[in-house]
C-alpha cells in the first residue's frame, strides 16, 4: 500500500519567517496531493491541494510544490503569523482514498 | 452551506455499551469517510461509501464496529460493544471527487 512520511514532527518559526514542512510517498501512480490545517479540537481544514499535472500552486501565503520523479511534495508557509500554528497533515490519493502523513506540529512565536 | 455536520460531539460511554455516531454530509457530495483519531495511530480510515454504497471497509477494527448509509444525507458509525480501547475522536468527511471535507469529529470517550 502507499506510505507516507512527513517531516518534520514539530516546527517552531518566529512570526514573520517562513515554514517548510516535506512529505514523501510511495506510489508513482497517486495523483493528487491535499494539505491540511487542524487547529485544536476541530477536525482537518483542507487548505491547498495539487494534482500531478503542475509543479507548484500559490494561495497567497501558502504554496504547494511537487516533484512526482523524486516522490515528494512540500507545504511553504510564508510571513507566518501566530493564527498559523496548528497541526498540518499531508495526503496522498491512493485508490479514492487519501492516506495521511503522520503530522506536524508547527508553532509560530510572536 | 453548513459543511459535514456530526452528533454528538462529546460522547462518555461506559465500556459494554453501544455507541451511535451520526454524520450528515455536504449536500451533492457521493462520497462518505469515516475516520479514527488517536495520538498513537494519527488519521486512520474506517470505511468509505460512494453513492451510499460501502467500497471498502478494511479499516474497521472488528466487528463491533459497524456502518450505514441508508440515504444520500446521512451515516451512523456504530461500536457495539464499546470498550476503552476505542477511546477517540472520529470523524466524518464527504467528497464530490478527489477533496474531502471534514465534519467537526465526535470526542468519544469508554471508562
Known amino acids: 500500500g502507499e506510505n507516507v512520511e512527513q517531516h518534520p514532527s514539530t516546527l517552531s518559526v518566529q512570526e514573520g519567517d517562513s515554514a517548510v514542512i516535506k512529505c514523501t510517498y510511495s506510489d508513482s501512480a497517486s495523483n493528487y496531493f491535499p494539505w491540511y490545517k487542524q487547529e485544536l479540537g476541530k477536525g482537518p481544514q483542507l487548505i491547498i491541494d495539487?494534482?500531478?499535472?503542475?509543479g507548484e500552486k500559490k494561495d497567497q501565503r501558502i504554496a504547494v510544490t511537487l516533484n512526482k520523479t523524486a516522490k515528494h511534495f512540500s507545504l511553504h508557509i510564508t510571513e507566518t503569523q501566530p493564527e498559523d500554528s496548528a497541526v498540518y497533515f499531508c495526503?496522498?490519493?491512493?485508490?479514492?482514498?487519501?492516506?495521511f502523513g503522520a503530522g506536524t506540529i508547527l508553532r509560530v512565536k510572536s | 452551506d453548513a459543511g459535514v455536520i456530526q452528533s454528538p460531539r462529546h460522547e462518555v460511554t461506559e465500556m459494554g455499551q453501544e455507541v451511535t455516531l451520526r454524520c450528515k454530509p455536504i449536500s451533492g457530495h457521493n462520497s462518505l469517510f469515516w475516520y479514527r483519531q488517536t495520538m498513537m495511530r494519527g488519521l486512520e480510515l474506517l470505511i468509505y461509501f460512494n453513492n451510499n454504497v460501502p467500497i471498502d471497509d478494511s479499516g474497521m477494527p472488528e466487528d463491533r464496529f459497524s456502518a450505514k448509509m441508508p440515504n444520500a444525507s446521512f451515516s451512523t458509525l456504530k461500536i457495539q460493544p464499546s470498550e476503552p480501547r476505542d477511546s477517540a475522536v472520529y470523524f466524518c468527511a464527504s467528497s464530490p471527487g478527489y477533496e474531502q471535507y471534514f465534519g467537526p469529529g465526535t470526542r468519544l470517550t469508554v471508562t
Open positions: 495526503a496522498v490519493e491512493y485508490g479514492n482514498k487519501l492516506v
Open positions: 495539487i494534482r500531478s499535472n503542475v
